[in-house]
């Protein structure tokens, strides 16, 4: 984690993080009603079949919004370059999966489930009612974690262990849209790809840049 001297959160980080915040619950939001599902593609393969149903991994599941919520704390307590590059790569990301699921909606196919059973059972069902099975290529949950691993690599001051851990919970949570049947593995290659793909970019392009001049702007007339 970040060294304790340091601050955990800097002002300059709000704007990023609100623009990562609108910017993923814009398109998750808006691609499901404006998607053509009448089209949609189902990408499943003959590997998908490994993996059964395990309900259990529900819990791994809805763990991974805390994953992201521990990812922007992070960056929140980083130098505002790099916090504004990973902000800019988040938002690269949201767009790129805009575009896909505009133009390329996909579904998949998902078991019946009796939440009278309980348990994991009735904790995926409630999961099952809140997230349609739309919009699965690529995989938000995959990218967004391996966002946040790619993001604690470049932290100077993440200790290794940190690292390992985003790297194993990474991997946990692609194991977990599999398990769940919310996903299928091209969506979580595709995750991961668009994942890297967009951490680079914002990396590359000036879009951190719009972030600094924003916070400098509004930084400079607080009083």
């Avoid at 991994?57 to 521990?70: E, R, S």
């Avoid at 967009?198 to 916070?215: E, S």
Wanted: glycine residues 6%.
């Amino acid at each position: 984690m970040a060294d304790s001297r340091k601050t955990i959160f800097h002002a300059y980080a709000i704007v990023p993080l609100l623009a990562i915040c609108l910017a993923h619950a814009l398109v998750w939001l808006s691609t499901k009603s404006l998607a053509d599902f009448s089209r949609a593609f189902d990408v499943t393969l003959g590997i998908d079949a490994l993996f059964p149903l395990r309900p259990e991994w529900v819990i791994i599941y809805v763990a991974t919004f805390l994953f992201w919520g521990l990812g922007l704390l992070l960056i929140a307590s980083q130098d505002e370059q790099l916090c504004c590059r990973f902000a800019a790569g988040a938002v690269i990301a949201d767009l790129i999966c805009g575009v896909i699921f505009l133009a390329f909606p996909s579904c998949i196919p998902r078991p019946v489930l009796d939440p009278s059973e309980g348990g994991y059972i009735w904790a995926l069902s409630v999961v099952y009612s809140f997230d349609t099975p739309t919009n699965c290529f690529p995989s938000m949950h995959c990218l967004f974690a391996y966002l946040v691993f790619r993001q604690s690599l470049r932290t100077p001051n993440a200790r290794p262990r940190f690292k390992v851990f985003c790297g194993v919970f990474t991997v946990l949570v692609c194991l977990s849209t599999l398990f769940v049947k919310q996903h299928v593995v091209a969506d979580v290659i595709g995750g991961l790809f668009f994942g890297e793909l967009a951490f680079i970019l914002g990396q590359k392009l000036p879009l951190w840049k719009i972030f600094i001049k924003i916070n400098k702007k509004l930084l400079q007339s607080a009083p």
